[in-house]
């Protein structure tokens, strides 16, 4: 007998939408099309899209080390709440994870407590070259994190030197925090008590743009792969899309949604991350890159604070936002807006992710591959509220915003993990496997 079969929906299949039936035996996809055998479970799908399961390349779940903000648990709620089937979540914890001892210490802490499926990156620092050359078969490891500036946590590489040694030590792909720590130190002066606008100018273009141009030189230089996170500005989407192959890179939802200064006036603090949300110039090119399909990933860099804390007078204030449960919301409705389409979205949280950090069976329907699939109502409207977000922060930037496109189902190994809004069963997420 089956485990589960999907009935009449619409099914992301090689680029195209097809109306075909989706068979699970022991958690992989056995069967794609007419389907007449009996199984434990049915989904009847009808005016649904079936998609691969969706992956968030970029989460900070805070545990070890600020579990009162957010733990591997409540992160993982979070996804399933917003359809993400598998998360690779950061190392600037406390402690960093950045010896084999703490990545062995973070498997331990997500099994069985998570729901999603989930790998993490291994922290660089300026001294763990032997251990970031000996990563390739480390279990449940999807890659390097280097932060070139300074944000949340200590982990930071801000000497050319370290940074080479970095990647020239390098055994898997190296996702960069892209940051010039010299200009943050100098731009310190500009920087005025609670005005949460000076950010931008503290966090300035030329400190994105000066570092993400190092990276690109070194990683051209090593021949080694250089996935750059949360790109912000014009300058970078025009100097990265001369610098395809071995060069990969983010952009987020919030960067696509909002820009300032609105987002200041209406949100304070709450708008203030890392680097930063700028002016409607730079949302522009970097809306002009997703249509031109110039970047690879959308992650959603859920960075969780506490509203206490969030509420601190700028620069007091840590910077970061939830992300992970309203990414697929969020991007659904800009497909119903016109603004990217759905090849283009599964693009960037499916197809791509598994291309460049070689995650196995995941990001398609296929026979023989997992059966993770992120069900979406393309009609359905929903409000954002922060009394309905999963993680411990309890809020979101998008309160009170209406998208339409929402996630109804999410499965997880053939399991259904989320059905209209509710979470079901237990945490049985395991480490993504990797080429």
């Known amino acids: 007998m089956l485990d589960l079969i999907i009935k009449n929906g619409n099914c992301y299949i090689d680029g195209q939408l097809k109306d075909v039936d989706v068979s699970v035996k022991d958690g992989k996809i056995q069967n794609i099309g007419q389907v007449s055998e009996e199984a ?10 079936i998609l691969p399961g969706c992956i968030d390349t970029q989460t900070h779940f805070r545990e070890p080390g600020s579990t009162d ?35 062995q210490r973070k498997l331990d802490l997500a099994k069985n407590r998570m729901y999603c499926n989930y790998a993490f990156y291994f922290g660089a620092t300026a001294n763990n070259a032997d251990e970031l050359a000996d990563l390739k078969d480390l279990e449940g490891c999807c890659g390097i994190k280097l932060f070139a500036g300074s944000s949340t946590g200590n982990l930071l590489v801000a000497e050319e030197k370290d940074i080479e040694t970095v990647f020239q030590n390098s055994s898997k792909v190296v996702a960069v925090h892209s940051e010039d720590e010299e200009i943050l130190n100098i731009n310190k002066k500009l920087i005025k008590n609670g005005d949460v606008q000076t950010h931008t100018i503290w966090r300035s273009v030329e400190c994105a743009m000066s570092s993400t141009r190092r990276i690109v030189r070194i990683a051209e230089k090593h021949n080694k792969k250089a996935h750059v996170l949360h790109i912000t500005t014009k300058e970078e989407i025009d100097f990265l899309s001369q610098h395809k192959g071995n060069i990969t890179f983010e952009i987020t939802p919030q960067h696509l949604t909002i820009y300032a200064p609105d987002c200041y006036e209406r949100l304070g603090t709450y708008a203030q991350m890392n680097p930063p949300i700028r002016d409607k110039s730079h949302y522009d090119r970097l809306w002009y890159a997703v249509k031109n399909n110039l970047n690879d990933t959308i992650g959603s860099d859920h960075a969780p604070h506490l509203k206490v804390n969030k509420d601190k007078k700028y620069p007091n204030s840590p910077s970061g936002m939830p992300g992970v449960q309203t990414l697929m919301p969020v991007m659904l409705n800009h497909i119903n807006d016109g603004k990217l389409t759905l090849n283009q979205l599964m693009n960037l949280v499916c197809e791509n992710p598994v291309k460049i950090f070689g995650i196995k069976n995941k990001g398609f329907i296929k026979e023989g591959f997992d059966a993770d699939f992120t069900i979406v109502d393309m009609n359905k409207k929903i409000v954002i509220k922060n009394e309905n977000i999963e993680s411990k922060c309890g809020w979101s930037p998008f309160d009170g915003f209406e998208f339409k496109g929402a996630p109804v189902s999410t499965i997880i190994a053939g399991k259904i993990k989320m059905q209209d809004g509710k979470i079901l069963g237990d945490p049985e997420g395991t480490p993504l496997q990797f080429n």
Do not use: Q
């Open 69 to 103: 903000t957010e733990d591997l648990h409540s992160g993982s709620r979070a996804a399933i709440a917003g359809g993400i089937t598998a998360v690779f979540e950061m190392p600037n914890t406390n402690p960093p994870t950045s010896t084999k001892k703490e990545f």
């Open 40 to 49: 434990k479970n049915t989904i009847d799908a009808k005016a649904l899209t």
